[in-house]
């Protein structure tokens, strides 16, 4: 299975965005699935992860602010990002929990102060 992130971009602080990260095979069979970030000069962090049950958890830093979802019958995964803030600036992935798949294209999500 691969996965490729979408949906990144340029947005002001205090500003919304939603990503999307698309498998090419079922992400039935793995229970977890999370989005990962990782910023310049920083190792990549796990900030939210679902499960085949709906069980979410998230990184405090983003607690309150993001909104993790998946959709099986389409294989895609969703991130929403409120009220962002500039120290969420980072190429953001998606991948299994613990991590099993390999990284994929992430996405920039940018948040200029």
């Known amino acids: 299975v691969q996965l490729q992130a979408s949906g990144g971009g340029l947005v002001q602080a205090g500003g919304s965005l939603s990503v999307s990260c698309a498998a090419s095979g079922s992400i039935l069979y793995f229970n977890v699935m999370g989005w990962y970030r990782q910023a310049p000069g920083k190792q990549r962090e796990l900030v939210a992860s679902?499960?085949?049950?709906?069980?979410?958890n998230y990184a405090d830093a983003v607690k309150g602010r993001f909104t993790i979802s998946r959709d099986n019958a389409k294989k895609t995964v969703y991130l929403q990002m409120n009220s962002l803030k500039p120290e969420d600036t980072a190429v953001y992935y998606c991948?299994?929990?613990?991590?099993?798949?390999?990284w994929g294209q992430g996405t920039q999500v940018t948040v200029s102060s």
């Open positions: 679902v499960s085949n049950v709906g069980s979410r």
């Open positions: 991948n299994t929990v613990p991590m099993r798949l390999g």
